[in-house]
């Protein structure tokens, strides 16, 4: 079923431009099969090469050259995920289930679990009184002045770029979604539980046939580039200077969806392998919207082409933003704060 959470959780009068988009939530099979057999064949051919390389011997560099194309492509799985978990990769709630956990086993991530605590994050971005769903943990300024030492210091290490981007995502995909989210219910469960002994027997055949070393060497750096390219999609998506924020009584869902989300012009061949999802403004206003119409939309509803672009570029400057300023209505680095007491 294709829903949008945001309707589930909030009685805000629809905006006039909302009732435009309707149009281009309705999935296309012909579109997604072509998506999903040609992303499908490709990812396994790049495996194919990556394990061929091992086995006779290449050098080492030549099989992480591979795993960054490999990567890539994993990351354009993981929008099929996505789009499942919203219902509306292809029309039939069957298959999206099926696909999605399919692509769920192959991307380490529970089908069950994470559409819950994705469907959270819809209803909850840029709340600030609702923090926690699925999202980059971000304090306020007065948050942070008032915290303790311990926890001012955890908070550095996490937001820290050589965390956040490195060991952070890998244990994410790695090692926490080897268990279900806070709040689980018991669907959500057994999708971790089926997800993750699933992933022991692909695990199992491929020691048996290629050898776990091999499997190691070929999905270990293939998974950690892809979920460090994940994480950074997902941190510029909402960590960006004018991102909205406002207090729950204050939020407004359309406002969070165009100012709070971010529209990632990147080139045609990351847009590609990205699954488009750099239009995720256009996602937050209609989470029904298959990746493969997210820029029809963009381009054919006026509205949401008031968002101004982030570039690659630009994107990086976000890197240090650490604290969201409720005075300025702004996000800072830790810098600003120099010389500001704490209360």
Same mark, same amino acid.
């Given at each position: ?19 435009? #988009? ?9 579109? !997604? ?6 992303? &499908? ?27 960054? /194309?490999?990567?890539?492509? %994993? ?22 289930? =099926?696909?999605?956990?399919?692509? /769920? ?26 923090? /926690? ?11 942070? +002045?008032?915290?303790?030492?311990? @926890? ?21 995909? #790695? ?7 806070? /709040? ?20 199992? &055949? ?10 190691? $060497?070929?999905?270990?750096?293939? +998974? ?8 950074? $999609? ?15 009584? @204050? ?11 971010? %529209? ?26 298959? =990746? ?11 509205? $949401? ?24 209505? @702004?996000?800072?680095?830790?810098? !600003? ?7």
């Amino acid at each position: 079923m294709v829903f949008n959470p945001v309707l589930v959780a909030t009685h805000v009068e629809k905006p006039a431009w909302y009732q435009s #988009l309707g149009k281009y939530a309705q999935p296309n099979n012909r579109i !997604a099969t072509w998506q999903l057999l040609s992303t &499908l064949i490709l990812y396994f051919c790049i495996l194919t090469l990556m394990v061929f390389t091992v086995k006779a011997g290449y050098g080492y560099g030549i099989t992480l050259g591979l795993a960054v /194309g490999a990567a890539a492509v %994993f990351v354009r799985i993981f929008i099929f995920f996505h789009d499942c978990t919203h219902g509306c990769f292809v029309h039939s709630p069957h298959w999206n289930r =099926n696909i999605g956990y399919i692509c /769920g086993v192959l991307t380490f991530t529970a089908f069950h679990d994470w559409r819950r605590s994705h469907a959270g994050h819809h209803i909850s971005a840029g709340d600030l009184d609702r923090r /926690g769903f699925g999202d980059i943990t971000t304090l306020t300024v007065e948050e942070y +002045l008032a915290a303790s030492p311990w @926890e001012r210091l955890k908070y550095r290490v996490y937001r820290s770029p050589w965390i956040m981007f490195t060991i952070g995502p890998l244990y994410y995909f #790695l090692l926490r979604n080897r268990w279900p989210s806070p /709040g689980a219910h018991k669907q959500d469960v057994h999708s971790v539980i089926y997800t993750d002994l699933s992933i022991a027997v692909i695990m199992a &055949l491929a020691g048996w046939t290629i050898g776990f070393k091999t499997y190691v $060497l070929v999905q270990l750096p293939i +998974l950690f580039i892809a979920a460090t390219f994940g994480v950074w $999609l997902f941190y510029i998506q909402h960590q960006f200077q004018g991102v909205y924020w406002a207090r729950h009584n @204050e939020w407004n869902p359309w406002r969070a969806a165009l100012e709070g989300a971010s %529209f990632y012009q990147l080139p045609k061949m990351l847009q590609w392998l990205s699954g488009n999802i750099g239009f995720h403004h256009v996602h937050h206003a209609r989470p029904g919207i298959p =990746n493969y119409y997210l820029q029809k939309c963009y381009e054919e509803v006026p509205e $949401l082409q008031t968002v101004p672009p982030l570039t690659i570029a630009s994107s990086l400057e976000c890197v240090r933003f650490n604290l969201y300023d409720e005075k300025r209505r @702004e996000m800072v680095s830790f810098r !600003a704060l120099k010389g500001k007491p704490s209360p």
